[in-house]
């Protein structure tokens, strides 16, 4: 159980780091150096101790399920990170991945879920509705915020839709494992998925300074920009796709209930509201607050009926 608790506090972690670095670089820019640098230690370090597990077969669903969950789910936090904060932002992502997942696995897979679900989804959509409801003054929103909230989100939602469909991907990337009898360990996993979505990070960045839309934000010279914001970088860097999902991925070979690892990890977005106020000056309203805890008990409650 050790795994899944430093899991979700490395991954609150993570969220902090990368909304300070996506202040401080611009979400897509921010998003695309973070994945850069944890594809180039994930990689590296695979290529030097585990070769044999880039085989074929799985490498092409695992690189599959890093475009949509790397890639579109990543694009769409950082753009969140940057509008409506880390808290917010991580709990939206958190707690829509779930719903999303279902509803590809219903789609694709033929996974009809049972009636019992139905009433954590409706927590879950309550806890969410009273957590996003935005606030008639700034009280309870970082003061560094930049862009529309109603699109931060959107694109929270889109970093939802990413991580449930990319894990519904991933799933399918390990039923060819077993079936190929296979044993490709989480760091393996996580460093093939992460390269697809640098790719995507990259082609998206592109296109964003193509069409004059990134900008660096006002008030960070140059030397205070890159001695502030290495830092952050490298932490969101680590605390995500490099030690946080590698441990994840631990949890998940070491604790007998799958379902058990995603309910702990659930409990990110409570984690993070101490570090969002801290770090962000994001004082969540006692509404928020409060939907956030029915968002997560409803996640957690879904969780706990799948495993």
């Not at 969950?69 to 939206?92: H, K, N, P, T, W």
């Not at 998925?193 to 990259?202: D, F």
Request: proline share 5%; charged share 10%; aromatic share 10%.
């Amino acid at each position: 159980m050790h795994w899944a608790i430093l899991t979700t506090f490395l991954f609150a972690l993570s969220a902090v780091s990368g909304q300070r670095t996506a202040i401080r670089l611009g979400g897509l820019r921010g998003n695309f150096f973070r994945l850069l640098l944890a594809t180039v230690i994930l990689d590296s370090f695979v290529l030097l101790t585990d070769r044999a597990s880039l085989a074929w077969p799985t490498f092409g669903w695992f690189f599959v399920s890093g475009l949509v969950g790397f890639g579109v789910g990543d694009i769409g936090l950082f753009l969140a990170y940057e509008r409506i904060g880390s808290r917010l932002a991580i709990l939206l992502n958190l707690c829509t991945a779930p719903l999303f997942a279902l509803a590809a696995e219903w789609l694709w897979l033929g996974n009809a879920p049972p009636p019992s679900h139905l009433g954590a989804v409706g927590a879950i959509l309550f806890g969410v509705f009273l957590a996003v409801k935005p606030p008639k003054e700034r009280i309870g929103r970082a003061p560094d915020l930049r862009g529309h909230f109603g699109f931060g989100i959107v694109w929270a939602l889109v970093a939802g839709f990413g991580q449930g469909t990319g894990a519904v991907i991933t799933r399918k990337a390990n039923e060819i494992e077993r079936t190929l009898g296979l044993e490709i360990n989480g760091v393996s996993e996580a460093a093939q998925r992460v390269l697809a979505g640098m790719l995507v990070a990259g082609i998206g960045l592109i296109i964003w300074e193509k069409l004059g839309a990134s900008r660096l934000p006002a008030g960070l010279t140059g030397a205070d920009r890159r001695l502030s914001t290495a830092g952050w970088l490298l932490m969101a860097a680590l605390a995500g796709p490099v030690i946080g999902v590698s441990c994840f991925q631990q949890a998940l070979a070491s604790m007998s209930s799958g379902g058990l690892v995603l309910a702990i990890v659930a409990v990110t977005p409570i984690v993070l509201m101490p570090m969002a106020w801290m770090l962000e000056k994001d004082r969540p309203t006692p509404l928020a607050a409060a939907g956030a805890l029915i968002a997560v008990t409803g996640v957690i409650l879904l969780n706990w009926l799948g495993a």
